[in-house]
């Protein structure tokens, strides 16, 4: 008989990541279809968690548990510094239902407003550009250690290679490239946000 690995607490595999992101300074993440799990609100990560119907509602507590506890980070004596790119399709995808983006969106510009966390947007007028081939983040620790983190569908995983750490970058550059700037992309997330209402 096989083990059952579906009950776990946490993710064993998410474990060495977690311990990376707690330790990092810098934070450089790309999302193309949800925001971010360090700025989602309960309401939204809810929704993301129970949205395919694949986790136990037991399990979905779990996992929603443990990513607004990942949230602390951001709220830290000395926070890593956050940058987040999104594509334009997140902010539009009814994720929860209108009330629920309204309030997710209204968090990100609250976010928005700390020193530290800086959101950028793809706009839907971009064309193909390397965020399509999926999310990824890149940690930077205060030694200028640098790991990455690629999610799928059953797991995530760590990145270390270096070959595979300057693919990770050529990457960030292209998307950050395409991204608005970073007041541009608040004032478009404001707007969105009310077209929710």
């Not at 443990?66 to 949230?71: I, N, P, V």
């Not at 609250?110 to 064309?127: F, I």
Request: aromatic share 8%; glycine share 8%; hydrophobic share 45%.
């Amino acid at each position: 008989m096989w083990p059952d690995t579906s009950r776990r607490r946490d993710p064993i595999w998410f474990r060495p990541w977690q311990e990376i992101e707690r330790e990092a300074v810098s934070l450089r993440s790309y999302q193309s279809v949800v925001l971010p799990g360090l700025l989602q609100t309960e309401a939204y990560a809810r929704a993301v968690l129970t949205g395919g119907g694949l986790f136990p509602r037991g399990d979905v507590e779990r996992h929603l548990a443990a990513r607004l506890a990942r949230q602390g980070i951001l709220r830290q004596d000395e926070p890593p510094q956050f940058t987040a790119v999104i594509d334009e399709a997140v902010l539009r995808r009814p994720v929860g239902g209108r009330a629920t983006m309204r309030e997710q969106l209204r968090a990100v510009v609250d976010a928005c407003a700390e020193p530290h966390v800086r959101v950028h947007v793809v706009p839907s007028s971009v064309g193909a550009y390397a965020g399509l081939n999926g999310p990824f983040v890149i940690a930077s620790s205060h030694d200028h250690r640098i790991a990455g983190y690629l999610d799928n569908q059953l797991q995530g995983q760590l990145v270390s290679d270096p070959a595979d750490i300057a693919a990770m970058m050529a990457a960030w550059e292209n998307v950050r490239g395409e991204a608005l700037a970073h007041w541009q992309s608040v004032d478009l997330i404001t707007e969105v946000a009310e077209t929710w209402s």
